[in-house]
C-alpha cells in the first residue's frame, strides 16, 4: 500500500502569514494527491483535488502543487476561518484509501 | 442536495455488535463505490472498508477484516456496515463517504467526496 508522510503535525501561525504543508507519498503517484480540511466536530470537505485543481468553495489563497511523491499545500494570506486540520490523500492506487497524518493549524 | 446521513451509533460493550446506516440523496448511490472512514479521537482518518458500485467488489483494513461487513442496497439508496466482536479501538466516529472522478481539464481522477456527518461508536464497558 502507498503511505503518505505529512508535515508539519502541527502549525501555529498568525492572521496574514503564508502557510505551506507538505506531503510525501511513498511512491511516484503522479497528480492523484487530493488535500481536505476539517474542522472540529465537522467531516473532511474536499479542498483540492489532482495535486493543484480547487473545488468551487475554495478561496483563491489557497494553492497546491506537486506531482510524483512531493506535494505542497499552501494558505497565502492565513485568515481565522482557515483554522483546521488539514489531511491530504492519494487516489492513484485505491483501495485502500491512504491518508496523511493530518496537519494541525492553529493561530499563534 | 447532495447528502450521506449517517445513522447507528451508539454506545457498545466490547464484543458486542453493530450496525451502521448511511442514507444517499441527491444524487444515485447505485453508480458510486463507497467506503467507511473512522475517526478516532483525537486521531487522523483511517480507511475501513470499500464497495464496489454493484457490491461484487468489497474489501476492508486489515484492523476490522473477518469483523466487519461491508453491503449496500441500491434500491433504498442505502449503505451499511455491520461490525462484530466489538474492541475499544473501534471507538471512533464513523464517516460514509463516495469515491468519484473529478475533472481537472485534463483527466479524471478520484476524490472522497461527499462524507456523511458521521456517527459515533463508543466501545467500553
Known amino acids: 500500500d502507498i503511505q503518505l508522510t505529512q508535515s508539519p503535525s502541527s502549525l501555529s501561525a498568525s492572521v496574514g502569514d503564508r502557510v505551506t504543508i507538505t506531503c510525501r507519498a511513498s511512491q511516484s503517484i503522479s497528480k492523484n494527491l487530493n488535500w481536505y480540511q476539517q474542522k472540529p466536530g465537522k467531516a473532511p470537505k474536499l479542498l483540492i483535488y489532482a495535486a493543484s485543481s480547487l473545488q468551487g468553495w475554495v478561496p483563491s489563497r489557497f494553492s497546491g502543487s506537486g506531482s510524483g511523491t512531493d506535494f505542497t499545500l499552501t494558505i497565502s494570506n492565513l485568515q481565522p476561518e482557515d483554522l483546521a486540520v488539514y489531511f491530504c490523500q492519494q487516489s492513484y492506487s485505491t483501495p485502500p484509501l491512504t491518508f496523511g497524518q493530518g496537519t494541525r493549524l492553529d493561530l499563534k | 442536495e447532495v447528502q450521506l446521513v449517517e445513522s447507528g451509533g451508539a454506545l457498545i460493550q466490547p464484543g458486542g455488535s453493530l450496525k451502521l446506516s448511511c442514507a444517499a440523496s441527491g444524487f444515485t448511490l447505485s453508480t458510486h463505490e463507497m467506503n467507511w472512514v473512522r475517526q478516532a479521537p483525537g486521531k487522523g482518518l483511517e480507511w475501513v472498508s470499500y464497495?464496489?458500485?454493484?457490491?461484487?467488489?468489497?474489501k476492508y483494513a486489515d484492523s476490522v477484516k473477518g469483523r466487519f461487513t461491508i453491503s449496500r442496497d441500491n434500491a433504498k439508496s442505502s449503505l451499511y456496515l455491520q461490525m462484530n466482536s466489538l474492541r475499544a479501538e473501534d471507538t471512533a466516529v464513523y464517516y460514509c463517504?463516495?469515491?468519484?472522478?473529478?475533472?481537472?481539464?485534463?483527466?479524471?481522477?478520484?476524490?472522497?467526496?461527499?462524507w456523511g456527518q458521521g456517527t459515533q461508536v463508543t466501545v467500553s464497558s
Open positions: 464497495i464496489s458500485s454493484s457490491g461484487s467488489i468489497v
Open positions: 463517504a463516495t469515491t468519484r472522478g473529478f475533472y481537472d481539464g485534463v483527466g479524471f481522477y478520484d476524490v472522497v467526496d461527499p
